[in-house]
């Protein structure tokens, strides 16, 4: 899989820096957005390539780039950035009933962000020992060997931000050890919005309020993305975004 467009300054900026080898002081600055950040194309899509190139990488990024301290920083910086919008969520979007159309549509949305059936024996060892002796590390590590072991994602391209910000918090709450409550919330009100079941993996000592914030911020991004595909239908185009165009050797004079 190789690195995605870029769709602002800090994606540009990253996928840029991550095609060569690290300098000495790498500028990897996390600037503020315009736009809520589950709607921030540019956001979504460099937290996602951090993710990305930390569970199963790309072909195209230069040697020295996956433990480099100031990746790591410029990560850290987007990840608190996306934590703090998900804690403020409040499950006020009700989702929208939508056409054939837009059921097929959602449908290849559905198929970018939601967890794989295959993940289901890990992610109750996780949970089971979100509270146990495995250290954050190991945590991660695990959930992390399970994502790479499945079909790398696709059509990244093609995905808009409120796609994106659905697998940014699978990955966050995934990837943290305490963080594994909303993990289970999350994958809990996966159930709700016609994906694999996973409510049977709720372990009782996870506290209700990390369970709260999983479980909201499935269920309002994902409220908030069918209004997205219901909204691009109404305005007669695609709720995805367009197909990059295709590389060719070819020189074309005129039009």
């Known amino acids: 899989m190789r690195l995605p467009g870029p769709r602002g300054h800090m994606s540009s900026a990253l996928v840029s820096a991550l095609r060569l080898p690290p300098p000495p002081q790498p500028a990897l600055l996390v600037s503020g957005g315009t736009r809520e950040a589950w709607q921030d194309d540019d956001l979504q899509l460099s937290l996602w390539i951090c993710y990305e190139l ?50 097929s549509e959602l449908r290849g949305h559905h198929a970018f962000w939601q967890p794989r059936r295959e993940m289901r024996s890990v992610l109750r060892d996780i949970q089971g020992d979100a509270y146990g002796t495995r250290s954050e590390r190991t945590h991660s590590v695990l959930f992390t060997v399970t994502l790479r072991d499945l079909d790398p994602f696709s059509g990244v391209d093609e995905m808009p931000a409120p796609t994106l910000a659905l697998a940014n918090a699978l990955s966050l709450f995934g990837l943290h050890r305490r963080l594994v409550g909303a993990l289970v919330g999350f994958l809990t009100a996966v159930d709700t919005i016609g994906g694999d079941p996973f409510a049977q993996l709720l372990p009782v000592q996870c506290p209700p ?3 709260r914030l999983g479980f909201t911020a499935c269920h309002e991004l994902h409220a908030r993305l069918t209004q997205h595909v219901h909204a691009s239908l109404q305005a007669g185009r695609t709720s995805l975004r367009c197909r990059r165009p295709p590389v060719s050797s070819r020189v074309n004079v005129g039009c």
């Open 54 to 103: 930390r569970m199963r990488g790309f072909d195209d990024v230069a040697t020295g780039w996956e433990d480099h301290p100031a990746l790591a920083q410029f990560h850290a910086a987007l990840e608190t950035r996306w934590e703090t919008a998900l804690r403020s969520l409040t499950e006020v979007t009700s989702p929208v009933a939508l056409s054939d159309e837009g059921l």
């Open 209 to 211: 309020e990390d369970v």
